[in-house]
Each structure stands twice: as structure tokens, then as C-alpha cells.
């Protein structure tokens, strides 16, 4: 998961700061912010919360009257660590702007005013972002493409996973609905180990046969059902990069049609990959046709008992 700063500008300078890090990211890994030289840190120890997914770091620093705007903000660690630092900076006019550090663009520079371009811009770009840099959509999305064949069934199924996590997804983002993280994350989990299991399995019956599992004879139910519990994942993601005050419709739209574009740019080469070498994968040993389910199937157990230690 990317890293958060968030930045609260006092009316005389000083800035609260909040740098949040997931505790799941590999060793020597670390990431740490770097702020504006003219910002100096007050005396005093560090506020440190641990929860069950992250470590956060609180504390103040004094940036006088130069303040944040025209400032630059940077995160250190993040080629190592490849991952990026969402950032979210509150002026002491009360403006709230947004931006996103990475190893291409590793330095952020505070501007005067945010457009509703730059706010439409920002959080398409946070959306495709998460989706493609989150494994556990990223295979449910590949499983549905390997569970359904192409065409109007195939369609019809990522068009009601759409539907379902866009409605989870406003709703949570608008305070609607609320579900504990350690919860929903458990929940995707099994939503992937369960479509790997059907993926993996060798006795299919054929189309219309009565023993058809539901997940084959109407995927697109599984899907939608399915893609409530991913929502509130993206909802969780969007709640820690938090929403602009007087352009929360437009970020939220933003976010969602960008979480859309990542998922086709995972559908699409899928689809393209099947037409084309689906002849030569029938001639595969059925082991080696069967190395996707058993890679997706493997990785959601080891997620499934990763998230549910955190209830111990």
C-alpha cells in the first residue's frame, strides 16, 4: 500500500505532520519524508500509533512565515521500497490540496490553488494507481477473465463487478457505510481463494448441466457480489488519501473511472493473450494450463492467513 503524508498548516507556521506506513512492505524497504529546509522540527518526541496494517509517525515542525506554498516535499526510500506516498496538504486558509510522490516524480512542489482539472487529473491517475498496484484486485480481475469466456458473458461479468465496487465505493467514501478494514480485506481474500478453487477445478461439468457451481452458471452475480467487498477496499484507499473539500463529486468520479481504466488495462491484454494463444494452451499439459488458478488459489490463502492472524 503507498505511504501518507498529510500536512496541517497552522495560521502562525507551524505544520502538524502525519506520516503513515503500511506495516506489510519488504525489509529494507524503508521510506521517510523529506521536508522544505526552512521547516524545522519542534522539540519533543514523536506521537507513534501502531494498528494492524500500519505504523503512524505524528509530530510538528515550525515553517515560519514562508509557510507551504511554493514549498517542495519529497519522500526518500521510494525506489527501494517501489511504491509511492500519497500526499495531502491542508493550508492554514483552509484549502486542501493533493498529490502523489513516486519514483518518477519523486518531488512534489505546493501550488497556490488546485483546479478542477488538476483535482480531475490527480485522482484518475490515484485510481488507475491503485488498482494496478493492488495484487489482490489485479488477480480477482485476471480470474474473471480466465473463469469466463470472452464475448457477452465476459462483458457482462466485468460490468457487474464495476457495479458492485462502484456502489460500495460511494457509499463507504460518503460515510454511508462502515465496515472494519481488517474485515473486508479478510473478505477479499476468500473471494479470490474461492474463485481460484473453481478455476483449479478438474471435473466441470458442461454448460447446463446441473452440477455447475453458481460461480460458472452466473458469473456475473458472483462478480457484482464480489465487487461490493473489493468497493470497500478502493474505499479504504481513497479514505486515507481523503477528498477535496467543495470537489468531493468530482474526485470521487475521478478515482472511480480511473480504478475503470486500470481494470481494462488488465482485461484487455488478457482478452488479446487468450484469442491468440488459446489453440496452443489446449495442447499444454493440463498442469501448465492449470498454473494460473494454482498461483492465484495459493497467493489468496496465504492472504487469508495473513489477515486473519490480525484478529488473534
Known sequence: A????SLEEGADGVVAVTWK????????????????AHC???????????SELDVTERF?????????????????GLDRSRTDALLHVRLADGRSLRGLVSEREPTYVVPERESAAAVAHGYFGLGVEHLLTGLDHVLFVAGLVLLVPGGRRLVATITSF????????????????????????LLIAVSILLLGAELARRDVPPDGDAGVSWLRRRPWVMAFSFGLL????????????????????????????GVEAGQLLIVAPLVALGYMAGPRMARLPDFVRRAPAYAIGSLAAYWCFERAVLFL
Do not use: K, Y
Not at 40 to 50: D, F, H, K, S, Y
Open 40 to 50: 524545522a522540527r519542534l522539540p519533543g518526541a514523536p506521537e507513534i500509533a501502531v
Open 162 to 185: 464495476t457495479l458492485g465496487h462502484s456502489v460500495t465505493l460511494s457509499l463507504a467514501t460518503l460515510g454511508v457505510v462502515e465496515v472494519p478494514a481488517m474485515l473486508f480485506e
Open 230 to 257: 473489493h468497493g470497500l477496499g478502493f474505499a479504504g484507499a481513497l479514505a486515507e488519501i481523503g477528498l477535496p473539500h467543495g470537489d468531493i463529486p468530482l474526485a470521487l468520479v475521478a478515482f472511480n473511472v
Open 2 to 5: 503507498p505511504a501518507l503524508l
Open 60 to 76: 510538528r515542525v515550525d515553517c515560519g512565515e514562508r509557510g507551504l506554498v511554493g514549498a517542495r516535499i519529497a519522500v526518500a
Open 21 to 36: 506506513v503500511s506495516r506489510l512492505r519488504p525489509t529494507g524497504s524503508d521510506v521517510a519524508p523529506v521536508l522544505p
